[in-house]
């Protein structure tokens, strides 16, 4: 069989220093190679989303809105993309429709051309709204799945959900392998039956964190993969993506080898291997490989999460400990994939249920708004005795969690008032209060730096072309 040249999409500006560099690439360090970058071939480039906004406001002293219309100036052959939290936007909770419609529509303007929207739990009424607004705004809407281990995620399961996102309107599916526990065999598979029983096309991201990402996009890839997700080798592996030239290399004899420029792909990565040293104080490649995550299911930054939360309780010896008990507690709780927000909630409990010394003594707040259903409904039945030691007799919502949220951008447009100078303002505000004041306050005192130079080219003119995927 002729198989189409597998596409490449590169996720260096966003997942792969988000996994190595805590997000901490300043945008002065994206704009020289940018121009390089958009002649490689790329199907696309990750530039925004996931913890790029909040960081942008928290750490780096950029308004990510400027840093996207920056990208877009550079960017003009290849298209832009986001990853979106569904109703979580880019925090860590859900918002009001009004506050996700707005986000969408101007994060389009923008110049986002392909949004790719997940949601923690795989509850697709989280999807809704972004996928409704997206689709309106003429973005490329991908809807993805995301992926997990346990009883009740089969394949059956994910195409189940990828019929449901097809009749939803999605232009593409997304296997999202968060943690990269996707084995090379269960990739081939699952890639054959979304493609037999869907019929959209399919991407695959996943991290090297176990060690088995490359091999799953080549068994991938020969089972008719569309698009993966890679980056430049001086940013891979670790808990980022497989390297985009070894990749390109290992595909090299088939009918499905990327056509991408390897020239500028070496320029690429000698660029960011230095870029990479200017960061070293937040660089957590430490091992390639972590097998831990294949036996808990923990993806990366978990594990440095535990360590700073029992270190500050003097209890780092009970690692091990917290590292049984996030299965457990997963278990529990009706066996959410680990990503954010839920890696977050299953993690804390974990820790909580290990120093409390009896399991759920203590229980979190976002714990109880988990099992009351504020986030969603659970892939799996909530285990009763777990459920009545953490809300008693009350019964979880039924309904689509946003439906009990109010409008939200008009109390939030009262309180920005004082330092808005942009409808952006509204939304950096509604998401992240105060992060975004503090950083709004100190725009206008002039103390944010906003004059950015482009690549040594100068800013150009151009139009993305669309692409089918």
Request: proline fraction near 6%.
């Amino acid at each position: 069989m002729v198989r189409n040249q597998v596409k490449i999409t590169d996720t260096t500006l966003r997942d792969a220093h988000q996994s190595l560099l805590a997000t901490r690439m300043k945008l002065e360090d994206m704009l020289p190679i940018a121009e390089k970058m958009d002649r490689v071939g790329f199907h696309s480039v990750e530039v925004w989303g996931g913890a790029t906004f909040d960081t942008c406001m928290r750490f780096l002293n950029e308004d990510p809105w400027e840093r996207l219309d920056k990208l877009k100036e550079v960017f003009v052959k290849t298209p832009l993309q986001m990853l979106l939290r569904g109703q979580n936007i880019l925090g860590y909770k859900h918002y009001a429709d009004d506050v996700v419609e707005a986000f969408v529509r101007k994060a389009i303007e923008h110049g986002i051309d392909i949004i790719r929207i997940f949601d923690a739990f795989n509850d697709l009424r989280n999807l809704e709204k972004s996928m409704e607004i997206a689709k309106k705004c003429g973005a490329h809407v991908q809807g993805a799945i995301s992926y997990t281990i346990s009883p009740v995620h089969n394949i059956e399961y994910y195409v189940e959900r990828g019929q449901k996102l097809k009749a939803m309107g999605a232009d593409s599916i997304c296997i999202k392998d968060m943690a990269g526990l996707l084995a090379p065999m269960a990739a081939q598979d699952l890639v054959q039956a979304l493609k037999k029983e869907v019929g959209l096309p399919v991407q695959l991201h996943s991290h090297y964190t176990s060690g088995m990402a490359a091999m799953a996009y080549f068994k991938a890839a020969e089972a008719g993969v569309d698009v993966i997700d890679t980056c430049i080798s001086s940013l891979a592996m670790g808990t980022s993506q497989p390297a985009t030239e070894a990749m390109v290399a290992a595909m090299e004899g088939t009918d499905f080898r990327p056509e991408l420029d390897l020239g500028l792909l070496a320029e690429i990565a000698e660029y960011f291997a230095q870029v990479r040293k200017k960061y070293s104080a937040y660089d957590v490649s430490g091992n390639i490989v972590d097998t831990n995550v294949l036996q808990y299911q923990i993806p990366g930054g978990m594990i440095s999460n535990f360590m700073s939360q029992l270190a500050q309780q003097n209890a780092l010896d009970k690692l091990p400990t917290v590292l049984s008990e996030v299965p457990r507690v997963r278990k529990d709780l009706g066996y959410p994939p680990l990503v954010t927000p839920t890696s977050q909630i299953v993690g804390t409990q974990a820790v909580l249920n290990v120093l409390g010394g009896e399991r759920y003594k203590m229980i979190s707040s976002e714990t109880k708004n988990y099992v009351r259903g504020l986030y969603g409904q659970p892939p799996a039945p909530i285990d009763p005795e777990i459920k009545k030691l953490i809300i008693g007799y009350e019964e979880p919502i039924s309904v689509r969690p946003a439906d009990l949220l109010e409008p939200q951008l008009p109390q939030a447009k009262k309180e920005v008032a004082p330092y808005m100078e942009k409808e952006e303002d509204v939304l950096s505000y509604v998401l992240f209060p105060a992060v975004a004041q503090k950083f709004l306050e100190e725009r206008m005192a002039g103390k944010v730096k906003v004059d950015f130079q482009i690549a040594q080219e100068g800013p150009r003119s151009g139009t993305v072309p669309y692409h089918p995927i």
